[in-house]
């Protein structure tokens, strides 16, 4: 007796500014912290990507091919406002009107996220979120998008993954803990606690500015297990999934710090300093949906007060919270061959929680497999493993609809193959094919893989094919 997809469902797909446009210091853009960072080894610099920049059109009309409803991309701050504050670059704002245009025409909804691991070089050496200014700096931001984009866009995501920003911010070059800091975790949450504020006060401007608008949050959401039954296990379970997850959503529906989280925080001694009227801003913000992604769950078990979790030899056990949890291997799930784990009901586990949790309708704004692929030399990739692993979890999303959860809409990573966080563009999500490597630009011509095609079916069929 399963549910059907309800009629307006959002199929679509996601991408990022600075993983897929390439042009990264063209037309006026400002450098991002992506652009000053140093890359990892041998993955593809960011002056290129899938050149979505000067493709858009070419994309977006394969997008459209495939039925796309929803085309969820990012907005780089820095073609926006080159500094960051200050000087509005025209050329950046012409740029994205084309984009949200050509996609209005081919009747795909834009879903921009605001922010998407891209903050402003020049910011950056301002002090970045760690400056209680960065709120003032996120919100002048927010108003000049609305104001030139808010009668368009209908949907908007304010930060991408806020959680992992603060969890492993120094990795993805977006956090930066000044040197010599004394109380890593209070700088930590002191600079995530800005871009909560921020992200509060750019929701109640949309709301002002277009009422109409929808506006919400999309955190990484990996719902925690507990390693075994062992009661302590529970406990660090709920833990990490105080930590990892429900603070961010906690803070983004009700405005307040999860007791769980502040307890761990005044533990030590790094609970966030609140400005004057902060606490007003966090609770006149609601966001109108949830926006999460989600490519797996985490387990975790108990951890001693005195066990070393420093990051060393052992990648599962240092993943933790001496005291409270530590990483532990899931035994019942497979890997894809960048080690990360499968886990398609742990999806539909995840979705039933955040509703009970927070009941507002929810969009998945990532989801998907990395892999290497290949192209055959008549063109075709052969990317049965995708399918499987996308059909498994447009199963579960089936079955949690079924369960009464709503659901807006299904936006896989990635539309077409961008370059990966870390990975270079060797790890591949898309649908779409680019013919380039990390070693040398190709020829950046476009392919329709095998889950192209696919996709292309169970959107015709509303995901019941
Ligand atoms: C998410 C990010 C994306 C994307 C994706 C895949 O965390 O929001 O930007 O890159 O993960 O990760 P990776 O590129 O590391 O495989």
């Not at 007791?259 to 005044?266: A, G, K, P, T």
């Not at 030899?313 to 499968?342: C, H, M, S, V």
Request: charge should be negative; charged fraction near 25%.
């Amino acid at each position: 007796n399963l549910k059907k997809f309800p009629e307006n469902f959002l199929w679509g797909a996601s991408t990022s500014a600075y993983q897929v446009e390439g042009a990264n210091l063209s037309d006026g853009k400002g450098p991002s912290c992506q652009d000053v960072k140093e890359l990892p080894a041998g993955t593809a610099s960011l002056d290129i990507c899938a050149d979505h920049y000067h493709r858009y059109e070419e994309d977006i009309a394969l997008m459209a091919e495939m039925g796309f409803k929803v085309y969820r991309f990012s907005i780089a701050w820095t073609r926006i406002l080159p500094q960051g504050t200050g000087e509005v670059n025209q050329a950046g704002i012409d740029h994205y009107h084309k984009v949200i245009d050509c996609c209005l025409e081919h009747h795909i909804e834009p879903l921009v996220t605001m922010f998407h691991f891209d903050m402003p070089a020049a910011l950056d050496e301002r002090g970045s979120w760690s400056n209680p200014e960065s709120v003032e700096w996120f919100e002048n931001y927010a108003r000049v998008l609305f104001e030139n984009y808010g009668s368009k866009v209908k949907y908007w995501l304010t930060i991408n993954e806020q959680n992992m920003l603060t969890l492993v911010g120094p990795l993805i070059g977006t956090l930066h803990i000044p040197e010599g800091c004394e109380n890593v975790i209070k700088e930590t949450y002191q600079q995530n606690h800005h871009m909560l504020v921020a992200q509060a006060k750019a929701m109640v401007l949309l709301h002002k500015m277009f009422p109409e608008d929808k506006i919400g949050p999309a955190p990484n959401i990996s719902l925690v297990y507990p390693a075994s039954c062992k009661p302590e296990d529970i406990l660090a379970a709920q833990e990490y999934n105080a930590i990892r997850n429900w603070l961010y959503l906690d803070m983004a529906v009700f405005g307040r710090y999860n007791n769980l989280v502040w307890r761990y925080l005044e533990e030590h001694d790094a609970t966030p300093t609140f400005r004057e009227g902060d606490e007003e801003a966090l609770k006149a913000a609601h966001p109108d949906f949830i926006g999460f992604n989600y490519y797996s769950t985490s387990t975790v078990q108990h951890a001693d007060a005195d066990e070393d979790l420093s990051p060393g030899a052992d990648q599962q056990t240092a993943r933790g919270e001496a005291g409270y949890y530590k990483g532990f291997n899931n035994p019942n799930l497979t890997k894809t061959e960048f080690g990360w784990e499968i886990d398609p009901l742990g999806f539909r586990a995840n979705m039933r929680e955040m509703y009970s949790r927070y009941h507002l309708p929810m969009i998945v704004t990532e989801n998907g497999l990395g892999a290497y692929d290949t192209l055959t030399e008549d063109g075709k990739v052969h990317d049965n493993y995708r399918i499987a692993y996308l059909r498994a979890h447009i199963e579960q999303l089936k079955l949690a609809i079924t369960d009464g959860i709503e659901m807006m809409g299904y936006c896989p990573w990635s539309a077409i193959d961008l370059v990966s966080t870390h990975e270079g563009i060797r790890k591949r999500y898309g649908f779409i094919y680019v013919d380039t490597t990390d070693e040398k630009v190709g020829t950046l011509n476009r392919y329709r893989k095998d889950s192209f095609y696919w996709y292309k079916k169970v959107i015709a069929s509303n995901g019941e094919d």
